[in-house]
T-cell receptor, first 111, second 117 residues
Framework: SQQGEEDPQALSIQEGENATMNCSYKTSINNLQWYRQNSGRGLVHLILIRSNEREKHSGRLRVTLDTSKKSSSLLITASRAADTASYFCATWGASGSRLTFGEGTQLTVNP | GAGVSQSPSNKVTEKGKDVELRCDPISGHTALYWYRQSLGQGLEFLIYFQGNSAPDKSGLPSDRFSAERTGGSVSTLTIQRTQQEDSAVYLC???????????????FGEGSWLTVV
């Protein structure tokens, strides 16, 4: 399996609920990033968390990083229908030159 | 420009033909990346350019794929003798990629949708 695996693969919730997506990775990282992709569109950067950080907030987004467990979570609070998209975590290895992406979580927020 | 620009946005080509995909990164970004995304899948790394350094080509799937970056700015991804399995979205991205090796945020273009028939 590859670096950066998200779970669940698909998540369906009602508007107003919180959505939590998880990401696991295998090797040491410099940072971990979360991206969003609307159907048929390019990726939009949401948030970057460095390996020496444990938690970061941006608006309705909260990202945590546990380097001992090699895992991260993305929490979207008070979800909206417009949050419907695929969410990808991506890791930049401590010695690498590339951002390695997981398979993504498809989030559907029902009005 | 304001963002990463890719062209064409859509391309339909016949099997066996060559295609060229173009990427114009954000002005001032020294790092440029190409990724490929098949339908419903994650992103597959293809190639990385950083300044004047030799590119990291380790993700190119076969010798039919090549890429160049002229003048440290615009990049072209070329696929020769296209096959149906080459059908995918080809995404270009750029970042500041500073000399200290800090891994900056990567900004993506909208992608070039390639369909090989």
């Amino acid at each position: 399996s590859q670096q950066g695996e998200e779970d669940p693969q698909a998540l369906s919730i009602q508007e107003g609920e919180n959505a939590t997506m998880n990401c696991s990775y295998k090797t040491s990282i410099n940072n971990l990033q979360w991206y969003r992709q609307n159907s048929g569109r390019g990726l939009v950067h949401l948030i970057l968390i460095r390996s020496n950080e444990r938690e970061k907030h941006s608006g309705r987004l909260r990202v945590t990083l546990d380097t001992s467990k090699k895992s991260s979570s993305l929490l979207i609070t008070a979800s909206r229908a417009a949050d419907t998209a695929s969410y990808f975590c991506a890791t930049w290895g401590a010695s690498g030159s590339r951002l390695t992406f997981g398979e993504g979580t498809q989030l559907t927020v029902n009005p | 420009g304001a963002g990463v620009s890719q062209s064409p946005s859509n391309k339909v080509t016949e099997k066996g033909k060559d295609v060229e995909l173009r990427c114009d990164p954000i002005s001032g970004h020294t790092a440029l990346y190409w990724y490929r995304q098949s339908l419903g899948q994650g992103l597959e790394f293809l190639i990385y350019f950083q300044g004047n350094s030799a590119p990291d080509k380790s993700g190119l799937p076969s010798d039919r794929f090549s890429a160049e970056r002229t003048g440290g700015s615009v990049s072209t991804l070329t696929i020769q003798r296209t096959q149906q399995e080459d059908s995918a979205v080809y995404l270009c991205a750029s970042s500041l990629g500073d000399s200290l090796g800090n891994r900056n945020t990567i900004y993506f273009g909208e992608g070039s949708w390639l369909t090989v028939v």
